[in-house]
């Protein structure tokens, strides 16, 4: 189960960041430009229903192990079109906040938080979330 609270095998965590990038890497899954302007499109509709009803919206990039960004850092385009998509959408939505947690090494490293390569199990969830509240209130968010 995706949120059990013990840790993956060693091999069972190999294998599932293998997985994991093969799945968001895959032509099937990544559709080029068209599915970048489908992207930009469907965040930039979410950004924008919040702020018609005076919320304020924050893009949070949640934990990943350090194994899937070592596979992610072997891949030349995936971090700059990921960095691409938050730019263009923080060059479109002036002062709009973007937390990036995925290289955060007090998650990525520590694997018993996560019940796969890229999804924090409930202990992490637990922790990540703590850390979130406490970083949306240092910035007046909450």
């Known amino acids: 189960t995706l949120f059990r609270s013990t840790s993956l095998s060693s091999r069972e965590f190999e ?4 997985r ?3 799945f968001w890497t895959s032509p099937e899954h990544e559709k080029g430009d ?3 302007r489908q992207n930009i499109a ?6 924008d229903l919040c702020r018609k ?3 304020c919206p924050v893009l949070i990039t949640t934990p990943i192990t350090d194994g899937l960004n070592a596979l992610y850092e072997k891949d030349d385009g995936f971090f700059a079109l990921f960095g691409q998509f938050t730019a263009d959408l923080c060059a479109e939505y002036p002062g709009l906040t973007y937390l990036d947690y995925s290289r955060d090494d007090d998650f990525s490293a520590h694997h018993e938080y996560f019940g796969d390569a890229d999804h924090l199990n409930n202990i ?3 922790k990540f ?6 970083d949306l209130k240092k ?3 909450l």
Request: negative net charge.
């Open 124 to 126: 992490g969830a637990e």
């Open 53 to 55: 009803h005076k919320l």
């Open 42 to 47: 469907e965040v930039s509709a979410i950004i």
């Open 34 to 36: 068209e599915g970048y």
């Open 139 to 141: 910035l007046d968010l």
């Open 129 to 134: 979330t703590k850390r979130l509240v406490a």
């Open 15 to 18: 294998t599932e960041c293998v």
């Open 20 to 22: 994991r990038h093969a």
